[in-house]
């Protein structure tokens, strides 16, 4: 199966930074995204890449804080966040799909059933 394996989770301060990266085992995927769930809530979609376009989705609560790319050389999909709060306190998790919909006009949603394959998570904490 398609292997992604996320790293860079730490513990970092509130207004902070922190760069986290996703390795992907394969080359084919056309959605690539990141994800984050707390105990109890449901997993809420941050950031997503299409691999075609190069385009970004971004959900608003993440919106000029979190930037989301590729390293074509590394096959990774990087996650950078700065300005965290206590509210980003949570496992955050990669996800990739082979399937794409740019005909939608959203390549690739902030929509998790949208993604097969996923990541083990790395946790980001925030303390308050």
């Known amino acids: 199966r398609v292997q992604l394996v996320e790293s860079g989770g730490d513990s970092v301060q509130a207004g902070g930074a922190l760069r986290l990266s996703c390795r992907l085992s394969?080359?084919?995927?056309?959605?690539m995204g990141w994800f984050r769930q707390s105990p109890g809530k449901e997993r809420e979609g941050l950031a997503t890449?299409?691999?075609?376009?190069?385009?970004?989705v971004y959900a608003d609560s993440v919106k000029g804080r979190f930037t989301i790319s590729r390293d074509a050389v590394r096959n990774t999909i990087d996650l950078q966040m700065t300005n965290l709060h206590p509210e980003d306190t949570a496992i955050y998790y990669c996800a990739s799909d082979l399937r794409t919909n740019c005909r939608t006009g959203t390549c690739c949603p902030l929509t998790k059933n949208v993604y097969k394959f996923w990541g083990q998570g790395t946790q980001v904490t925030v303390p308050s």
């Open positions: 890449f299409a691999r075609d376009k190069g385009s970004t």
């Open positions: 394969n080359y084919d995927s056309r959605c």
